[in-house]
């Protein structure tokens, strides 16, 4: 009976002996294996990432809106108050020039990106629904 160890096959300039196929077989079939866990990771990697875009893109979206219609009726709040006090000074109202300037005071404190610091904390929650 011949010997295991002494059973060879032929290929590409090389010859393997029984028992070292079989290694080397596993050492495919591991590879393989890593191959597979490595893509797996880049695929769970890619949809981590594409969660964080669609995450970004609606916070973006939500602070435009946001913006766009603070602002919006930022400028029409400045509109009214000072037509109203072109009418009070063109009427000598001090009265009403006084409660005017007052208001328009009142609202250049109150920059609409005060409320910035909540929404961030509000967006830094993965969790957080934001309607609007």
């Not at 981590?48 to 970004?56: G, T, V």
């Not at 006090?85 to 328009?104: F, H, M, N, W, Y």
Request: aromatic share 6%.
């Amino acid at each position: 009976m011949p010997d295991a160890r002494r059973n060879t096959a032929k290929g590409a300039g090389w010859m393997a002996a029984t028992p070292d196929a079989a290694q080397y077989l596993m050492a495919i079939v591991d590879v393989a294996k890593r191959v597979d866990a490595n893509m797996t990771e880049r695929a769970r990697i890619a949809a981590d990432r594409d969660k964080e875009i669609a995450r970004i893109s609606a916070a973006s979206r939500g602070l435009r809106d946001y913006l766009d219609r603070v602002f919006d009726e930022r400028r029409e709040l400045h509109q009214a108050f000072f037509a109203r006090l072109d009418k009070a000074i063109e009427d000598r109202d001090p009265e009403t020039i006084r409660a005017c300037v007052t208001g328009i005071v009142d609202v250049v404190k109150h920059s609409p990106l005060n409320d910035i610091v909540e929404l961030r904390s509000v967006w830094a929650d993965p969790n957080a629904v934001i309607e609007i």
